[in-house]
């Protein structure tokens, strides 16, 4: 896992992207086709951005899929995961770099805790998650990805 640039997006990672099974619970790649060009922006977005971290996840050079880190603050930041290489799924790869990425958030940049939004109608998402150690908050929020949306959160404490 590294920070993704724009020379690494391919036509694979759009392809990914556009991929209906992939892309079911993602707000934006689901919202409009994705294009090189557009990826790349996003990619671009994420490196300007001084609240945000676009990781790429890479397995022997290629690119399986991204967490990122958003909308970071003093305290919190919020965590996303989209493995697009399909033959990567159910491997554990996801809740490994959610994980990571989590731990980096909390160790390496202090936060307190680390927020993600679920649909609640994504199982894998949620087992993925709550192998990384984050808890499903029971504090009334909802994620603002839907009205179907949970809110998880990883605060490093078992």
Known sequence: MRPLLAEDVTQAYVDGLNDRAVN???????????TIETVRAFVEQNQQAPAAILFGIFKAGRHLGNVRLHDISQTDAWIGVA???????RKGLGSRCVARAARFAVADLGLERVNAGIDRHNERSKKAFARAGFQLAHDGRTSAMSHDGEHWVYTGRE
């Open 83 to 89: 493995v697009f290489d399909t033959g990567e799924w």
């Open 24 to 34: 079911t619970f993602l707000l934006g790649p689901r919202s409009s086709r994705q």
